[in-house]
């Protein structure tokens, strides 16, 4: 489905928490770029009910590919002119199909052919949302979600390099701040998780112009569990976290390859 006067479709998946449940989520980032698009104020949520549940799995693997039929067959007929999709999701018993809308009677009328012929429950839930807020509020990645997809980009390029990632090294991190006081606070907080400050630098950004390298061996495997303290202290000090960079290591220390791979 394309969508004039809008940026592109720019499709991210991640695991999250939907009404306190665990779910897969595949969210359309680009809609960030066009909020309130075409003066569609209704979110309107086509649920389908799974026919398999168990604790054991968000969505069962042999059922997944006719819920995945499904949903094509769904999107399929929806109207960019006045049905804009901005994810789908797999958790708590449901597939969930969100978007918003100008008309959602229509929408539910255009989706009425597939719904018929299919066996399983489709039912729908609506709310006002002029501002898009759920979408920007919990269907969105976050700052953490955002870096754990970088991280998970930047583990298969060190993989693509027979990089050991159970091997520790130095791994390098960025932070950005308005000023030296408050890079000087993160430094202080992060000194005392065992990170060296190497150096405070220009990070190039007119709002955040003060960037702060600091330094720690870790294993890249567990990197995600390494960022995320990271991304809270910088928050809370009025900054960002700007990403981090390590050496390749494919055997023995004494081996490492001088190539870097970096997420700023």
Known sequence: MSYPDRPEAAWVNYMTLLAD???MLTVDSSWIEALGHGNAETMLCVEVTMKQQGEA?????DELPALQELAESLEGELQPDYAHLVARSYGDGRMVLYLYTTDPDAVMKDLEPVIDETDYEVTKAEFQDPDWEFYQETLFPDDIV???ISNEQILAQL?????????PRLITHAADFPDRDLAGE??????????EITEFT????EDFPCRVLSGREDEPRGINDITTPLILIA???GGAYAGWTTAVVVSDPEE??????EAW
């Open 21 to 23: 449940a665990p779910a």
């Open 57 to 61: 799995e968000i969505v069962s693997r």
């Open 146 to 148: 955002w870096q754990n």
């Open 159 to 167: 993989e693509e390099h027979e990089d050991r990632g159970d091997q």
């Open 186 to 195: 993160y430094a202080r907080q992060l000194g005392e998780l065992g990170h």
């Open 202 to 205: 220009d990070s190039g950004s």
């Open 235 to 237: 928050r809370d000090c």
């Open 256 to 261: 490492d390859e001088e190539d870097e791979e």
